[in-house]
């Protein structure tokens, strides 16, 4: 067996945890360190197989490497996954044991809260290894900040399509209305944007609406929603073959993580008019704050620098058509030169600094 394939030439390092008496079976890869330590959370799933796992672990350190890369912050890409049920696997044993595995890598990654983890879950693992963040007592939950850096965001679409840095007086229609989707759909309303909103949780999203006198959008249709940005803040994989026909918005700029279903349907999108704020640039206010301690700075600068995201993205807007590509694609090409740029500093994969 060729242990090194996985790798592909890119991933610095991949480590297997195992604690029999606890039942952990991690896996945590870090794909660069080059700009600093890899940041990124523990995903506490059930995978069907191992191979599953490793396939998860090793798309989302990637897109951590991008998404810290394109924020500007001087942090690398990593990420675990634990196979197991959350609900019926997850202990603080099993915890411990798992922040032993973080702790052996000297820092290298740094985990945080992700998919079936939670802050409570952050403190036993810190019983065992300084190398995690968002407990309860730091930097707490990153949702407003994901919010704020979607809506600052949200500037750049405004000045490209209508030649004005706000919102006001345009349609949003927000899919999901969760922890980041409900802050977006206030900020929004603030600002006098003509917000509807859309949850599976009827009862949420009609709250919230009568809350906001905005409108409630079915579930199903959302997608359909005839708006000026449609702001997804629920699913991955939204477009995709048979979304894209029926979207009927001039931009797409929401929180959800792997918004497209495949890489082509960027270009996809930048053939049917549409304009994509990428996701991981516009979400990458969640990062940010809990960057701040590994960094070291407070909740001001992490809202300051999640404004920052508006500047992200006109650069990205403004190269993409210069080069007569999609945003997505540049937003790639962008990050990939800034861990490239701090490989040639700090002496490449491998972690020099
Ligand atoms: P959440 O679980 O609090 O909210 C998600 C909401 O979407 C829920 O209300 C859920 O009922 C709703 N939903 C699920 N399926 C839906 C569907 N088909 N149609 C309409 N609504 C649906 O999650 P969150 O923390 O608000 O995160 C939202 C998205 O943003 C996720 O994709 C997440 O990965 C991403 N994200 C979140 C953060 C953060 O700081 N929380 C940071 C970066 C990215």
Excluded at 264 to 289: C, F, K, M
């Amino acid at each position: 067996m060729d242990v090194f394939e996985s790798l592909t030439g890119e991933y610095e390092q991949i480590v297997y945890g195992h604690n029999p008496d606890t039942g952990l079976r991690t896996i945590i890869a870090i794909h660069s360190t080059a700009l600093g330590p890899g940041l990124g959370g523990t995903r506490f799933y059930p995978f069907p197989s191992e191979e599953a796992a490793l396939r998860d672990v090793l798309r989302l350190s990637k897109g951590m490497a991008y998404k810290n890369a394109a924020a500007g912050l001087d942090l690398g890409g990593g990420k675990a996954v634990i196979i197991g049920d959350p609900a019926t696997d997850k202990t603080p044993d099993l915890l411990r044991a798992y922040g032993r595995v973080v702790d052996r890598l000297g820092g290298a990654y740094v985990t945080t809260a992700d998919v079936g983890t939670n802050s409570a879950d952050m403190v036993f693992i810190a019983e065992t290894t300084k190398h995690v963040t968002g407990t309860p007592d730091a930097s707490g939950d990153p949702s407003p900040n994901t919010a704020y850096g979607v809506w600052s965001g949200m500037r750049a679409i405004a000045e490209r399509l209508w030649d004005e840095p706000s919102m006001k007086g345009k349609r949003v229609a927000v899919q999901g209305v969760g922890k980041v989707g409900a802050e977006l759909a206030r900020l929004l309303a603030d600002e006098g944007a003509v917000v509807a909103v859309a949850d599976i949780d009827a009862v949420a999203a009609g709250k919230l609406a009568a809350e906001l006198g905005a409108d409630v959008l079915d579930a199903a249709d959302v997608l359909a929603a005839e708006c000026d940005v449609l702001a997804p803040c629920a699913l991955g994989a939204v477009v995709n073959d048979a979304s894209l026909p029926r979207f009927r918005c001039r931009a797409i700029a929401g929180a959800a993580n792997n918004q497209l279903e495949r890489p082509e349907h960027g270009e996809a999108l930048r053939t049917a008019g549409i304009l994509y704020a990428p996701d991981y640039v516009i979400n990458a206010g969640g990062v940010i704050s809990v960057a701040g301690e590994v960094m070291g700075y407070g909740a001001d600068e992490a809202r300051a620098r999640a404004a920052k995201i508006a500047d992200t993205l006109r650069d990205v807007f403004g190269e993409a058509d210069a080069q007569g590509v999609s945003p997505a694609l540049t937003a790639d090409v962008l990050a990939e030169r800034r861990v490239r740029s701090a490989e040639r500093t700090f002496g490449g994969p491998g972690g020099s600094r």
